[in-house]
């Protein structure tokens, strides 16, 4: 008997692109490149939160009714601070749907997101998968480079790994799970009327 043949999925967080934009426009950061330096513990670890429901959540917990959430701020809170704990939202949800995925012990992770390095290992640290980040951000882009008979195994070959290190742990994720609690099922509109969305 034959082994299945490999299957592959694409899932993640999809408003993340439109998360970022939000931030910026907010002047929470200017430029990827200061999304990738912060030092200490991460934002979750100090009890700041976001919940980056722009337009609700979507699976596994299908609220179109949820809203964005930043909970644990002090008057010390930074912009700074603020980026990263979307950023690590935005992880933590993508971590939720890589747990209800039959996924395999590594994933590639590309697109916008995969130019911040931390973005890349805490997603790796809270999905306790391997994270694999292609040098070219955009694979659509090399699939269809490849369609029309260029060689890219070169582009294809160049990435960068992100193993779990620990630095997620159960109780950040049952505390990422309180705030969602609590940003779920915040409006709903009265019957008849246009959504923010």
């Not at 179109?64 to 930043?70: E, G, S, W």
């Not at 999905?127 to 060689?151: F, K, N, Q, Y």
Request: hydrophobic residues 45%; charged residues 15%; glycine residues 8%.
């Amino acid at each position: 008997m034959m082994p299945p043949p490999p299957t592959r999925w694409k899932a993640g967080y999809t408003m993340a692109g439109a998360a970022l934009e939000w931030a910026r426009s907010l002047r929470l950061f200017d430029i990827m490149e200061e999304l990738s330096d912060f030092e200490g513990p991460s934002a979750l670890s100090r009890g700041l939160v976001c919940v980056p429901a722009l337009s609700g959540l979507a699976a596994p917990f299908w609220d179109r009714t949820a809203a964005p959430l930043f909970i644990g701020m002090s008057h010390g809170t930074t912009r700074q601070d603020m980026v990263r704990a979307l950023l690590e939202g935005i992880a933590m949800l993508t971590s939720g749907l890589i747990a209800a995925a039959p996924t395999g012990a590594s994933i590639t992770c590309d697109g916008g997101l995969s130019q911040s390095w931390y973005f890349a290992q805490f997603l790796a640290s809270a999905s306790g998968r391997t994270i694999i980040v292609p040098a070219m951000h955009e694979v659509t882009a090399l699939g269809l480079a490849e369609l029309c008979g260029v060689d890219v195994s070169f582009i294809r070959s160049q990435t960068r790994v992100f193993h779990p290190d620990g630095t997620v742990n159960e109780a950040d994720h049952q505390l990422f799970r309180k705030a969602v609690e609590r940003a779920r099922h915040w409006f709903t509109p009265p019957e008849g009327t246009a959504t923010h969305d």
